[in-house]
Nanobody, 116 residues
Framework: QVQLVESGGGLVQPGGSLRLSCAAS????????LGWYRQAPEKERDLVAI???????NYAESVKDRFTISRDNAKNTVYLQMNGLKVEDTAVYYC??????????WGQGIQVTVSS
């Protein structure tokens, strides 16, 4: 089994920055992709950023040039650096992993609130 645990969320003022971390544990092999999704109240869960292990990343248009996804292989951790945060970035952020043998895995979610 693979477990994904997010950290780094919280309250930040508009224009501020946060870095989310997602640590993976368990039988970690055969990774296809790692990423982040978010869900605002009464809205669907949407892709924020995804990194394909074979190469390439995708970002939601609303976060391009502000958010950056990265990975530390040695720590089995994926990060989401969020700069220039806006009120509309407020949501629960979920870590996502897709593994060849076990399919999709999700973290428990972490709250990010952008407010003055």
């Amino acid at each position: 089994q693979v477990q994904l645990v997010e950290s780094g969320g919280g309250l930040v003022q508009p224009g501020g920055s946060l870095r989310l971390s997602c640590a993976a544990s368990g039988s970690i092999f055969g990774i296809n992709a790692l990423g982040w999704y978010r869900q605002a109240p009464e809205k669907e869960r949407d892709l924020v950023a995804i990194m394909y292990i074979g190469g390439g990343t995708n970002y939601a248009e609303s976060v391009k040039d502000r958010f950056t996804i990265s990975r530390d292989n040695a720590k089995n951790t994926v990060y989401l650096q969020m700069n220039g945060l806006k009120v509309e970035d407020t949501a629960v952020y979920y870590c996502y992993g897709h593994y060849r043998q076990i399919g999709e895995r999700w973290g428990q979610g972490i709250q990010v609130t952008v407010s003055s």
